[in-house]
C-alpha cells in the first residue's frame, strides 16, 4: 500500500473537485474492496476522497413512483429498508446473499457497483494481468478459471463481475446517477458495466472523476414473483460460481413480464433479452423455463474448468423460474436448497 | 464429607478465557514494547531460478526506512544444515531464509525491509526493485505418478509401509473386488492468527521472543543455533496461539528474520506476515493414492495393497504417515503397503493435523464402503466382521481398544438400523438423503516433558511447564489434574506455559500433550506432596505421623489418611507452621519403553454422517454428525468436546471446500487468500455431536489419557463421501466434492 491523503468531502461538488485536483484520485465509501486492491498493490490511490459524510443516505420514493437509494446508504441499511423489502424484495434478497453482514454494514449502494472482479491473477502482481496491467496477458485463459466468465468474455480478459446487488439492479432495470465537472447525467443500469472486449482495464462506462449520487428504480418491482439464487462453494461468505435474479409478472398462470439476469458469468450483469421474450406470453410451466434458460446460454464459452457453470446456469434459471412462479417463497440463505 | 477437588473428567470452563474474551490474553505480534521498528516480507514472484540483483537504494532513501535485508548483505551464520535443523525437520538441508541468490520455492522470502512503521515497511517492500532470472520450474505432482520413490528414514515418527503375507495372492482368493484411485490437493492449514513475533531487544543485548509457534524450546535452540547465541541471550515466549494446527511446529521463517533484524539493528522488531504469506510455507501435501481389496464369502478381507505418492521439496524429504494405518484399522492377512514422495519446486509440506492419517484414512474408508457395497454388506457391518483385535503391523495388543463400544453407541444413536442400504433410497423435497460412515485410528504418543511445582504460605499453587497453548485447552487441563492432585481447588492453582524459562516441554503435537506435560504435572505435584507431608508430620500432634505418601490423600484442602478420613491436617496449617516462604518440586514424566514394547497405544473414532444433495444443482449439505471418540480417559468433557466439534468441522471443510490450487504455468497457488480459500461458515455446520465412550487404560501412561487433538478429525470426509454416495449413487473420489462433481 502507497501512502496517500484522505479528504472527507461534505458535498458532491466538493467531493468531485476534490478527486479531479489531484492527480491519482479514488473515491472511497466504506472500503470493503479498495483497501484490499491498495494492500495488494493493485490500486494505488495517492488521494483518497471519502464519501461517508455526503448527504446521501437516504431511501426515498420518487415523483414517478419508484424509489431512489442514496449512493452512500449502505447495502444493510438499503437491504433492510421497508420500502426495499416490500416493493423490490428480490433487490433485498440479492444484497443478502452477498458478502457477510459485517461488509454489508459498511459497504455502499455505489461502492457495490465500483467493486472490482475477484479473479485470482488481477490480485496477484506475479502473474500478468489486463485488467490490472494492459497489454501484459490474461493469466486466467489457460490457468484457474473456476470462478470465471462463459458469457461475453474477450481474448483479453475473461473476468466476472462479483456483485449479487448488480444482478438484481440489471433485473429491475435501475437508473444509474452520477454527477461530474460536466453536471449530471443518469445511466441505464445496462449500459453502466461494460464487456472487456480490448478494454478490460474499464470495468464500466463512468468518466474521470463522476461519481456515482444514487440508483433509481422504476415504479414496478415484481413484489409478488420473483427469486435471487445464488450457487457458490460454501453457504455464506462466497462470490457466485452462478447466481440468477428472476422475476416474473404473472396473470394467472401466464406470464406478462418477465426479467432474468445472471452473476457470476460474465463481465457485467447478464441479461439476455431473447430469454425474456421466450417467456412473456408464455405459460409459466418447465418447458418455457427451459427455453429460456437455454436462450440465456446461448453462445456461452467454457474455459476448462468452468465447462461447468453452462449447465449449472441452465439448471439454475430453472429453478429460479419455478421459485418466482411459485411467489419467491424460497430464501436464498442456504443455496435456495435449505435442507 | 464428599470431595470438592476433584477436577479430572469434570467439564469446567477455559481458565484463560476471561483473559481471551477480554484482549488480556496478548499474542506474539501485540506485545507492546519500546521503541518498536518494523518489518514487512518480500515475496519471490517466481518458482525457481536466481535473483541477479536488489536495487535497495530507492528504497533505502525513504526517510524511515531503516535496512533492506537480503542474501546480499546477511551476516555470516551458522554454516552446517545442522544448526538450521529443528526438533521436528524431515531429512534433507532445511530452507535458510537469504542465504544465497536461489530461489526454490514461489512466494520464498527473497527481503525483508524494516522501518519506523508498519506502514512504511509495507510500502518499501511493495517499491523494491528485484531482477530475477527465472528458470523451469516443476510443481506438478501428477507428472511425477512414475517417478515417486520410498522415502529414506523419514523424520522422527515416520514408519517405513509395512508389508506381510501375500497381498497379490489373498486378492487372487477374493471373490469381490475393488480397486480405485483416491485424490486431494494441497491443504493450508491457515489458523486465523498470521505467523507473527516481537523480538524485544534489551540494552544487555538479550532477547525476548515472542514468537507463533507451538514449541517455544524448539524455537531456542534453532535460534541460538543459527545465530550463536547461547541460552539465556534467547529467551522464547508464547502463551497464546491463535490456532497452529501443526503449522506452528517448525520455526517459520517470521522467527529467522525478526531475530536478525534485531540482532543487527540492535532494536526491537515486530513481523508480521500476511494472510497471502500463510501460503508461502508448509502444507498437507497434494496426494495420489490407490487402494485395493478383496473380500471372502463371509466379508473378510483377504487382501489389502494402499499406495501413496506426495510431494515433498527438493531440498527436504518430508514424510508422514499416509498407508500404515490400513494394515492395523482392519484385520487382514495379506498387507501391502507402498509410500513414496517425489521432489518437486515447491516448499516443504508439513504435518497438519492428523498428517498422513487424515489422508489415508480418507481414502482407506471411501474404498471400504465400495468394498461393502460391493460385498453386498451394511458398511458398518462390513467393519465389524473386520475388527481388528489387536494391531497386526505391531504384532502387539491393544493397551485398550473401545472401538466395537464406539460403533454400538454411535449406531445406537444415529439410527443406523433404519439406513436403507441402496443408494437414492431416501428424497425429502428436492433432496437425496444419504448416510455414511467411516472412522480412524490415531496414535496415542507420550513425550518426555518436565514441570516445577511451587506451594506458597497462603496455600497459592504454579505449576509451570513450557508447553503450549494453541486453542486447545492446556491451561485449563493442567490446573485440573495439578488442583486434584493437591486437593485444592481451581483457584488456588495458575499454570504457566510457554515460556523457554521454564522446565522443557516437547512441541505440542501428535495430540501428546495431554499425556506428557499432564504426566509431568502430576508426577511434580505428587513430588511436591511428599514434601508435603514431611512437613505435615512434623506437626505437633500429627495425625500423619509415621504414614507413607501412599496411605494418605490430598482433598479438599487437607492431607488425610486414606483408611480412616478423620487423621487430617489442613494444608494451609501445614504450610503456615513450616516457617517456609515456598515449597518447591520439579519432577518430569517420560513414556514407560516397556509397556511401549508390550502394548499398541492408540486412539480410535467413528463418524456418522447425513448429507442432503440438491441432485439438480449439486449442491451438499452435511445435515447431521455424530462424531464418537474412544480416546483414553477425558480429561475435561468441555474442552475434549469443543476439539472434537473443531475436528468435524475441519473435516466437513476438507469433504467439501479445501483445496490451495496451484498453476502451474507460475508454480504458485493462486486461491491464497481467505476469500478464495473456503473453509465453513456457520450456514455450513448443522447439527454435530461427540461422544466419548468409556476407555480405561491402565498401560498408556499414568493419567490413562491418549489425546484427542487428531482423531477427531479422522472420517469425517470419509464418511461425508460416502453419504454422498448413498444419497446420490455417484461415487466421488477427489476432494473436494465442489457442486460440479455432482451435476
Known amino acids: ?339 | 464429607m464428599s470431595s470438592t477437588t476433584n477436577h479430572v473428567g469434570k467439564a469446567p470452563s477455559r481458565v484463560e478465557g476471561p483473559a481471551k474474551v477480554t484482549g488480556a490474553a496478548k499474542y506474539s505480534a501485540e506485545f507492546n514494547v519500546p521503541d518498536l521498528v518494523y518489518g514487512y516480507v518480500v515475496s519471490s514472484p517466481i518458482a525457481k531460478g536466481k535473483i541477479l540483483k536488489i536495487h535497495a537504494d530507492k528504497v533505502l532513501a525513504i526517510p524511515g526506512v531503516l535496512q533492506v535485508f537480503s542474501h546480499e548483505n546477511v551476516p555470516g551464520l551458522a554454516w552446517f544444515d545442522k544448526s538450521y535443523k529443528d526438533d521436528v525437520a524431515p531429512g534433507g538441508s532445511p530452507f535458510r531464509p537469504l542465504h544465497d541468490d536461489e530461489v526454490k520455492f514461489s512466494m520464498q522470502p527473497v527481503a525483508l525491509v524494516v522501518a519506523d512503521t508498519f506502514e512504511l515497511a509495507r510500502y518499501a517492500a511493495s517499491i523494491l526493485d528485484i531482477e530475477y532470472k527465472e528458470s523451469t520450474h516443476e510443481t506438478d505432482i501428477e507428472a511425477k505418478r512414475d517417478d515417486g520413490h520410498e522415502p529414506g528414514k523419514g523424520k522422527t515418527g515416520y514408519k517405513p509401509p509395512v508389508r506381510r503375507g501375500n497381498a497379490n495372492k489373498g486378492l487372487a482368493k477374493a471373490e469381490q473386488h475393488i480397486k480405485q484411485e483416491y485424490i486431494h490437493g494441497a491443504q493450508h492449514h491457515n489458523p486465523m492468527e498470521l505467523f507473527g513475533a516481537t523480538v524485544h531487544y534489551h540494552p544487555n543485548g538479550k532477547l525476548t521472543i515472542y514468537d507463533k509457534t507451538q514449541g517455544v524450546y524448539n524455537c531456542q535452540q534453532y535460534v541460538t543455533k543459527v545465530f550463536g547465541l547461547s541460552k539465556e541471550q534467547a529467551r522464547v515466549v508464547n502463551l497464546y496461539m491463535g490456532g497452529g494446527f501443526g503449522a506452528g511446529l517448525r520455526p517459520q521463517y517470521e522467527l529467522f528474520l525478526s531475530v536478525l533484524a534485531a540482532l543487527e539493528l540492535k532494536r526491537s522488531v515486530r513481523l508480521s506476515l500476511t494472510r497471502q504469506q500463510m501460503f508461502s510455507f508448509g502444507h498437507r501435501p497434494h496426494t495420489l493414492q490407490t487402494v485395493e481389496m478383496g473380500t471372502g464369502p463371509d466379508g473378510a478381507l483377504l487382501g489389502l495393497k494402499h499406495s501413496a505418492l506426495h510431494e515433498t521439496s527438493r531440498f527436504e524429504e518430508y514424510t508422514e504417515n499416509v498407508v500404515n494405518w490400513s494394515g492395523m484399522l482392519y484385520k487382514c492377512p495379506d498387507v501391502h503397503l507402498n509410500y513414496q514422495v517425489a521432489a518437486l519446486d515447491v516448499y516443504t509440506p508439513l504435518d497438519m493435523r492428523a498428517p498422513g492419517a487424515a489422508t489415508g484414512s480418507f481414502a482407506l474408508e471411501v474404498a471400504m464402503d465400495e468394498m461393502a457395497y460391493a460385498a453386498g454388506l451394511d458398511p458398518l457391518e462390513f467393519r465389524r466382521r473386520n475388527y481388528a483385535e489387536e494391531d497386526q503391523n505391531e504384532n502387539k495388543p491393544f493397551s485398550s481398544k473401545k472401538l466395537r463400544e464406539a460403533y454400538d453407541e454411535g449406531a445406537r444413536r444415529f439410527g443406523w438400523d433404519k439406513r436403507p442400504m441402496a443408494p437414492r433410497a431416501t428424497k425429502e423435497g428436492n433432496m437425496l438423503v444419504g448416510w455414511g460412515v467411516a472412522g480412524g485410528v490415531w496414535d496415542a504418543s507420550m513425550q518426555k516433558a518436565a514441570a516445577k511445582a511451587t506451594i506458597t504460605a497462603d496455600g497459592k499453587l504454579t505449576v509451570s511447564s513450557a508447553a503450549g497453548e494453541n486453542g486447545t485447552g492446556t491451561y485449563t487441563i493442567m490446573t485440573q489434574i495439578a488442583a486434584e492432585t493437591l486437593g485444592l481447588p481451581m483457584e488456588a492453582v495458575t499454570f504457566k506455559l510457554g515460556d523457554t524459562t521454564l522446565p522443557e516441554a516437547p512441541v505440542q503435537g501428535g495430540s501428546w500433550t495431554a499425556a506428557s506435560v499432564g504426566s509431568a504435572v502430576k508426577s511434580t505435584c505428587e513430588a511436591l506432596g511428599e514434601k508435603l507431608l514431611k512437613l505435615a508430620q512434623k506437626l505437633g500432634d500429627s495425625p500423619l505421623k509415621g504414614a507413607k505418601f501412599e496411605d494418605v490423600e490430598f482433598v479438599n484442602g487437607q492431607i488425610r489418611l486414606r483408611q480412616d478420613h478423620d487423621q487430617a491436617v489442613v494444608l494451609r496449617d501445614v504450610l503456615q507452621t513450616s516457617g517456609e516462604r515456598e515449597i518447591e518440586a520439579d519432577s518430569s514424566a517420560m513414556p514407560n519403553p516397556l509397556t511401549m514394547q508390550k502394548y499398541s497405544m492408540h486412539s480410535h473414532n467413528v463418524v456418522f454422517v447425513e448429507v442432503k444433495v440438491d441432485e439438480e444443482l449439486g449442491t451438499v449439505h452435511v445435515s447431521r454428525v455424530l462424531n464418537v471418540v474412544a480416546a483414553g480417559r477425558i480429561l475435561n468433557q468441555k474442552t475434549a468436546r469443543s476439539q472434537v466439534l473443531g475436528s468435524i468441522v475441519w473435516g466437513i471443510s476438507m469433504a467439501l471446500m479445501e483445496e490451495t490450487v496451484m498453476d502451474h504455468r507460475f508454480g504458485r497457488y493462486m486461491n491464497h487468500n481467505y476469500a478464495e480459500y473456503h473453509v465453513p461458515v456457520n450456514a455450513d455446520i448443522r447439527d454435530i455431536e461427540v461422544v466419548f465412550v468409556e476407555e480405561e487404560d491402565p498401560h498408556v501412561n499414568p493419567l490413562g489419557v491418549k489425546g484427542i487433538g487428531e482423531v477427531g478429525l479422522l472420517g469425517v470426509a470419509a464418511a461425508i463421501t460416502n453419504a454422498v454416495y448413498h444419497a446420490t449413487g455417484k461415487r466421488v473420489r477427489q476432494l473436494p466434492i465442489y457442486l460440479d462433481k455432482l451435476l
Open chain 1, 1 to 339: 500500500m502507497n501512502p496517500f491523503t484522505l479528504t472527507r468531502a461534505e458535498s458532491v461538488d466538493a467531493a468531485v473537485r476534490d478527486f479531479s485536483g489531484h492527480d491519482s484520485s479514488a473515491y472511497i465509501g466504506g472500503g470493503t474492496n479498495l483497501l484490499d486492491l491498495m494492500k495488494e498493490n493493485v490500486a494505488r490511490p495517492t488521494h483518497l476522497v471519502g464519501l461517508n459524510k455526503l448527504p446521501l443516505t437516504s431511501i426515498e420514493t420518487t415523483a414517478e413512483g419508484g424509489l431512489r437509494l442514496g449512493a452512500t446508504a449502505t447495502n444493510a441499511d438499503t437491504a433492510w429498508h421497508p420500502d426495499v423489502q416490500a416493493r423490490y424484495p428480490l433487490l433485498s434478497q440479492a444484497i443478502l446473499a452477498g458478502a457477510s453482514p459485517q461488509l454489508r454494514n459498511m459497504a455502499t449502494n455505489g461502492g457495490n457497483l465500483m467493486q472490482r472482479t475477484r479473479c485470482y491473477y488481477f490480485y496477484d502482481l506475479a502473474t500478468p494481468c489486463n485488467k490490472r496491467e494492459p497489454g501484459s496477458g490474461c493469466s486466467a485463459i489457460g490457468g484457474y478459471n473456476r470462478i470465471h466468465a462463459i458469457l461475453g468474455a474477450s481474448e483479453q480478459c475473461i473476468a466476472t463481475h462479483p456483485s449479487d446487488m448488480c444482478v438484481a439492479l440489471a433485473a429491475l432495470e435501475a437508473v444509474v446517477h452520477v454527477r461530474g465537472n460536466g453536471g449530471e447525467r443518469r445511466i441505464k443500469f445496462e449500459d453502466f458495466h461494460r464487456l472487456p472486449g480490448d478494454a478490460p482495464e474499464q470495468d464500466n462506462t463512468l468518466k474521470a472523476g463522476e461519481l456515482i449520487v444514487a440508483l433509481e428504480l422504476p415504479k414496478k418491482g415484481f413484489e409478488k414473483n420473483f427469486s435471487y439464487l445464488k450457487l457458490r462453494d460454501r453457504t455464506s461468505y462466497a462470490f457466485a460460481l452462478v447466481s440468477v435474479a428472476a422475476a416474473l409478472e404473472l396473470d394467472g398462470t401466464t406470464i406478462r413480464d418477465a426479467r432474468l439476469a445472471l452473476g457470476g458469468v460474465a463481465h457485467k450483469p447478464w441479461r439476455s433479452p431473447a430469454a425474456e421474450d421466450l417467456l412473456k406470453g408464455q405459460p409459466a410451466t418447465e418447458a418455457t423455463f427451459r427455453k429460456a434458460a437455454e436462450a440465456s446460454v446461448e453462445g456461452a464459452v467454457g474455459q476448462g474448468a468452468n465447462d461447468f457453470k453452462i449447465e449449472l446456469a441452465r439448471r439454475a434459471i430453472v429453478r429460479a423460474l419455478k421459485q418466482a412462479a411459485a411467489g419467491g417463497k424460497a430464501t436464498n440463505v442456504f443455496n435456495n436448497s435449505n435442507p
